[in-house]
């Protein structure tokens, strides 16, 4: 026990380091129980019938990518298993870059065309402006050109969206959010005034800050973090890096445990001065 008590706190950084990356590069599959949060997200998106516009707000940037991008791949894979089509946008500048790099191989996956089947308008400035305008004129709103500079008139997917309103056909809004602009501004600008369901993807921390306006029901529900992901990713039969990542950190709880009660017995069996 001297001895364990003499090493130090590099040998143990070390050991919780390999024990984190080695079940994340091998997932042992931990059991994962689906929060109702999530669950009510899932439920919410799966009673939509196929064809019904879903719009992804895409308001994270790079910093944030470990926890949000398992959430938008396994989001996108639900909504193409069941034949939604989403509609992404972005206030924040890298967000729909972000998306479109993890989306298009996902679209292959399942045979989606873009501007068919999925459309992504790109980053536009005037953030809270500009969303208000997209509930009134998309076209005017996204300049008339989706992330790439091409017409929105040129794909079929945006014949007769006028708005972003359930007249146009959106029937739920998924806010993918690091922070403002974000979830807040998506209530109050179109969720509360165009009546549209909203639900949240959002980083660990965020997950207490949402929880009254999930319980009051103006969002439908929140994804958060990786243990969020994960369980969205059992949903949907799709395992990633979210089920991987939650396992990691499950093993290296369970070694911080161990280590913790190891070192108290030594304390306590420890000789006296």
């Known amino acids: 026990m001297q001895r364990l008590q003499a090493l130090g706190r590099r040998p143990i950084y070390a050991l919780v380091f390999v024990v984190g990356i080695v079940a994340f590069l091998f997932p042992l599959g931990l059991p994962v129980k689906i929060g109702s949060d999530v669950r009510t997200v899932y439920n919410a998106l799966d009673a939509l019938p196929a064809g019904s516009l879903v719009w992804v707000g895409a308001e994270y940037d790079v910093s944030s990518k470990p926890e949000l991008d398992p959430q938008v791949v396994a989001i996108f894979h639900h909504l193409f298993q069941k034949g939604l089509k989403p509609v992404v946008y972005g206030m924040w500048l890298r967000g729909p870059t ?5 989306v298009a191989p996902i679209a292959e996956q399942y045979g ?3 501007g068919v089947d999925w459309i992504n308008l790109g980053h536009k400035p005037g953030t809270t402006t500009n969303l208000r305008l997209m509930t009134s004129n998309i076209m005017e709103g996204a300049g008339g050109v989706d ?3 091409k017409p929105l008139a040129d794909y079929s997917i945006m014949r007769g969206v ?5 007249a146009s056909g959106f029937r739920h809004i998924i806010v993918v959010e690091t922070g403002s602009p974000g979830s807040r501004e998506y209530l109050g600008i179109v969720s509360a005034e165009k ?4 639900s ?4 660990t921390m965020s997950i207490p800050e949402n929880k009254p306006y999930v319980e009051s029901g103006q969002f439908t529900g929140q994804i958060g973090g990786l243990r969020g992901a994960a369980e969205y990713e059992i949903l949907v039969g799709k395992p990633g890096r979210g089920a991987s990542g939650t396992d990691a950190q499950s093993l290296a709880a369970l070694l911080v445990f161990f280590l913790v009660v190891i ?3 030594g304390y306590l069996t420890s000789p006296r001065k």
Do not use: C, S
């Open 162 to 166: 006028n708005a972003l309103d359930k």
């Open 112 to 114: 989606k065309q873009y």
């Open 263 to 265: 070192g108290n017995i």
């Open 195 to 198: 009546g549209i369901p909203m």
């Open 147 to 149: 992330h790439f500079g």
């Open 98 to 102: 972000i998306v479109q790099d993890i």
């Open 200 to 203: 949240v993807a959002t980083l």
